[in-house]
């Protein structure tokens, strides 16, 4: 609302999928300017 950094909304799904070599994890978010990302990551998050 106020132009700052770090401000703003966003939206996403993902899945995740446990694997005989690990979960591995496909995740997609779109935020509020209609940027969008694919993320895509492989074992456990620490």
Do not use: A, C, T, W
Not at 11 to 29: A, E, N
Request: without cysteine.
């Amino acid at each position: 609302m106020r132009g700052k950094p770090g401000s703003g909304y966003g939206y996403g799904l993902g899945i995740r999928i446990q694997s005989p070599l690990g979960p591995i994890h496909l995740d997609y978010g779109i935020n509020n300017e209609g940027d969008n990302r694919i993320q895509f990551g492989f074992g456990e998050r620490f």
